[in-house]
T-cell receptor
Framework: KAGVTQTPRYLIKTRGQQVTLSCSPI?????VSWYQQTPGQGLQFLFE???????NKGNFPGRFSGRQFSNSRSEMNVSTLELGDSALYLC???????????FGPGTRLTVT | AQSVTQPDIHITVSEGASLELRCNYS??????LFWYVQSPGQGLQLLLK??????LVQGIKGFEAEFKRSQSSFNLRKPSVHWSDAAEYFC?????????????FGKGTKLSVKP
């Protein structure tokens, strides 16, 4: 069974731009979560989607948003990029909410 | 506040030696507990999980972890470390109410293995 896939793997953007990251969960998994990983703050939860609805949200500004489609694929969007948004963005999927999560390889975002 | 503490930022062990990585949590209820491993430039791989039941859980790659409620700990162990185990290890917790599925992670412990 294929794992979680994330596209693109690497991205370079300029301050003020916006970016969309994509995540395809493991087949049959209906819950998708997003995390931001930085050297300073570590791994921080962004949001969780289940059945196309955002179920939980972390403590991030409204510039960070996401959505989930009927096939469970998910996208996250960051608008008005700031230098501090440079990070590894990880997507994780699970069969349902609260079950063990399986992570993708991440998207490395660099904001210049 | 809910938190996970991994007291050791960096550990170096010799190949073939035993390993124990520490994890302590602060949580209102007994959470679900996980260990993940991350190799450079890669995502996180689930090593093992604890939901309930036997407090000693076995995972992949020869790892095991023991949940100790009295100490709010979930330490990861391996009897004999291989060079390929060099990576960063993260302890994580989740609320036992499955409607809150987000993971709270520790800061990680980087493991180096000496030949």
């Amino acid at each position: 069974k294929a794992g979680v896939t994330q596209t693109p793997r690497y991205l370079i953007k300029t301050r003020g731009q916006q970016v969309t990251l994509s995540c395809s969960p493991i087949s049959g998994h209906r819950s998708v979560s997003w995390y931001q990983q930085t050297p300073g703050q570590g791994l921080q939860f962004l949001f969780e989607y289940f059945s196309e609805t955002q179920r939980n949200k972390g403590n991030f500004p409204g510039r960070f948003s996401g959505r989930q489609f009927s096939n469970s694929r998910s996208e996250m969007n960051v608008s008005t990029l700031e230098l501090g948004d440079s990070a590894l963005y990880l997507c994780a999927s699970s069969q349902r909410q609260g079950y063990e999560q399986y992570f993708g390889p991440g998207t490395r975002l660099t904001v210049t | 506040a809910q938190s996970v503490t991994q007291p050791d930022i960096h550990i170096t062990v010799s190949e073939g030696a035993s390993l124990e990585l520490r994890c302590n949590y602060s949580y209102g209820a007994t959470p679900y507990l996980f260990w993940y491993v991350q190799s450079p430039g890669q995502g996180l791989q689930l090593l093992l999980k604890y939901f309930s039941g036997d407090t000693l859980v076995q995972g992949i790659k020869g790892f095991e972890a023991e949940f100790k409620r009295s100490q709010s700990s979930f330490n990861l162990r391996k009897p004999s470390v291989h060079w390929s185990d060099a990576a960063e290890y993260f302890c994580a917790v989740a609320h036992p109410d499955r409607s809150q599925g987000n993971l709270i992670f520790g800061k990680g412990t980087k493991l180096s293995v000496k030949p």
